[in-house]
């Protein structure tokens, strides 16, 4: 480096005096060496790091973290995974999330589940521990943060409820927050009514399945009838009847064609794919498989009033609309399922999944929950079961619910995503809950990520049919 100031160097200079100059010269040199840092050596910059891992638990364990990382770990909780169906460690919802969530700063973690299923007991610690190999190699973060979506969810609320030592928050999308219990009891609902107004002698069971080829044989017996049904106008009411019981929305695929307000025909048409859907998974191949962890029946639909229920739904009135299309009679239909038999639950079963899948409501950090209001599989009104336990344990300060005006289970774009997130990690750093009404949301979201869409909108979802939760003793128990 120079200085810009040059010194005039003598012709003539007694040597002992050029040695001494010399010296201070190398002198001078030296200190300016040690004493400033190497211009020619620049510090290694910091890398982004990839890695796979298996726990002691047999499950894995997928951890990205950024160069720059923000301080803040994201630990995801992935969905249900059928058993037997391929189990990888997730730590984002989907590859445009997670792009974007890396770009901005967040280490993002997760595991697979050392089991597939209704894996809730080794999810919650394989998460857990996960968490805690994340610390051991990175250090401790500034923030945690859990989320997880539809079943992960619920993994999301009882890392929550029992585990908020080790998180700040939590934001659960589409999630099963209504909890293990109220969740099979309202599967049981729609296929007790199909079973009982379109195949009452077929001696198809619904509960108590032995395995899942007992399962498969069940629920293709249930679907051929449900086929037969709504080539008619009494089969096709029948099918909105067991729909509404689980109030199946009316628009509930993106590629549907979203129907009027009084167009009866469309509304059912929709509904009746969601319901074979349901047949096909959670009905009884998924039933069979928590039934197996649970040890026996976890539901009952004893001292249940269909007629109060039906009341409840959102979708009430297109059922109305269709019995008088049919000809039939509603009441008529409503006293058969009074008068059929009910299905009783096993103690023991009720009390394993009370115990490992229903909450408490109880908060004690702030909770995010968002939910599309088009979702047949898990649907919105599990907000309502949420907000009704978080109520009832005083913690209702801590939650706030948020959806999206779109069809389909956990159909969220990026920026709705995101938006989510920072509206979570707002409360985080301010300690109160701000703009997180629907033009604020989507402002959130547009700024996240303009390239996806922003659909927040103002709902209030009916009442949850059939809610259990351990903030209400009186829940069936």
């Known amino acids: 480096m120079t200085t810009g100031i040059r010194t005039r160097v003598p012709t003539r200079t007694h040597s002992r005096t ?12 030296l200190f300016a060496v040690t004493a400033s840092p190497a211009p020619a050596v620049a510090a290694a910059a910091p890398t982004a790091s990839h890695i796979e891992g298996r726990l002691p638990s047999g499950a894995t364990y997928l951890m990205d973290v950024p160069a720059a990382w923000n301080g803040t770990v994201l630990l995801f909780s992935h969905g249900y995974t059928p058993a037997g169906a391929p189990n990888p460690a997730q730590n ?34 394989d998460q857990l521990a996960t968490l805690s190999a994340f610390t051991d190699r990175f250090g401790a973060a500034r923030r945690t943060v859990a989320w997880g979506r539809s079943y992960g969810g619920l993994v999301t609320t009882a890392l929550a409820e ?53 399962a498969g044989q069940a629920a293709n017996a249930l679907t051929a009838v449900v086929d037969a049904a709504q080539s008619t106008a009494a089969g096709r009411a029948r099918i909105a009847l067991a729909a509404a019981l689980h109030n199946i929305p009316v628009w509930n695929q993106p590629t549907q064609t979203r129907p009027d307000p009084t167009d009866w025909d469309t509304q059912q048409a ?36 269909y007629a109060a229920m039906l009341g409840r739904s959102s979708v009430r009135e297109e059922v109305t609309e269709l019995y008088k299309e049919a000809g039939l009679s509603l009441r008529a239909d409503l006293n058969a399922l009074d008068r059929a038999p009910r299905i009783g639950a096993d103690p023991a079963a009720v009390a394993w999944m009370s115990r490992t899948s229903s909450f408490t ?4 950090k702030p909770q995010f929950s968002v939910h599309t209001t088009g ?3 898990v649907p919105v009104q599990t907000e309502s079961a949420l907000r009704r336990a978080v109520t009832a344990a005083g913690s209702a300060p801590l939650l706030r619910q948020a959806y999206v005006d779109h069809a389909g289970h956990c159909t969220f774009s990026p920026a709705e995503q995101l ?59």
């Open 18 to 29: 050029r040695t001494a100059r010399r010296t201070a010269c190398a002198a001078a040199l």
């Open 92 to 125: 984002a919802p989907d590859e445009a999330t997670k792009a974007l969530l890396l770009e901005k700063g967040y280490a993002l973690i997760g595991s697979s589940y050392a089991t597939t299923g209704w894996a809730v007991t080794d999810a919650v610690p």
């Open 162 to 214: 029992r585990h908020a030592d080790r998180i700040d928050g939590s934001l659960s999308l589409c999630g099963l927050v209504h909890g293990g219990v109220a969740n099979w009891n309202n599967t049981l609902d729609p296929v007790f009514a199909l079973k009982t107004l379109l195949a009452p002698d077929s001696g198809i069971p619904l509960t108590g399945l032995p395995d899942q080829a007992a």
């Open 270 to 305: 929709n509904q009746y794919p969601a319901v074979k859907g349901l047949l096909k998974t959670a009905a009884f191949s998924w039933r069979q498989e928590a039934e197996s962890r649970a040890g026996g029946n976890m539901s009952w639909n004893t001292g249940v009033d």
């Open 361 to 364: 409501g109880r908060l004690t």
């Open 375 to 377: 979702d047949a599989l």
């Open 419 to 477: 938006a989510a997130l920072h509206t979570l990690e707002d409360r985080l750093t301010t300690g109160g809950w701000h703009r997180t009404d629907p033009r604020a949301l989507n402002s959130r979201a547009a700024a996240a990520d303009p390239t996806s869409p922003a659909r927040y909108v103002d709902h209030r979802p009916a009442p949850y049919p059939r809610p259990y939760d351990l903030a209400h003793p009186a829940d069936g128990r």
